[in-house]
């Protein structure tokens, strides 16, 4: 891997915890004010909103529902962006590998036996 594939790595690497660190904040945050409500004010969450649904039932279902949503947050953005720079940065070192040993070989214009073909032709 060249220097610059690894500084991309390295910058897509900070990328993923950014995302991963904001998406577990905004978690804890709505969890844990949550749970301080509980704790703090259970009057208010055993109000009736309607017969059979109090606010602490509809705001435990709507954190239910904002976990899923930041899981689904989290899974478009990872295939939409990450996978696909990986898939990128994995292609060129596959690259630069196959030509670094088809050099050493000598077989620069043979079939590549190493790097990536090599790799699918043993799975």
């Known amino acids: ?13 900070r990328k993923r915890w950014t995302v991963a660190i904001t998406l577990t904040g905004a978690m804890l945050l709505v ?3 949550f749970v301080l409500l509980i704790a703090y004010d259970k009057p208010l969450l055993g109000r009736i ?3 059979g649904l109090s606010l602490g039932i509809l705001l435990g279902a ?3 529902l904002f976990a899923s949503g930041l899981t689904g947050i989290y899974v478009r953005w990872a295939n939409g962006s990450y996978d696909t720079e ?9 690259a630069a590998t ?3 040993h088809a050099d050493a ?3 620069a214009d043979g079939p590549a036996s190493t790097g990536a ?6 799975s």
Not at 86 to 94: I, M, N, T, V
């Open 1 to 13: 891997m060249s220097e610059d594939d690894h500084e991309a790595l390295a910058r897509l690497s």
């Open 31 to 33: 969890y844990f004010g």
């Open 49 to 51: 909103l309607t017969p």
């Open 62 to 64: 709507i954190v239910i």
């Open 86 to 94: 990986l898939d990128a940065l994995k292609a060129r070192a596959d």
């Open 98 to 100: 196959d030509k670094e």
């Open 105 to 107: 070989d000598g077989t």
């Open 117 to 122: 073909a090599a790799r699918e032709e043993g």
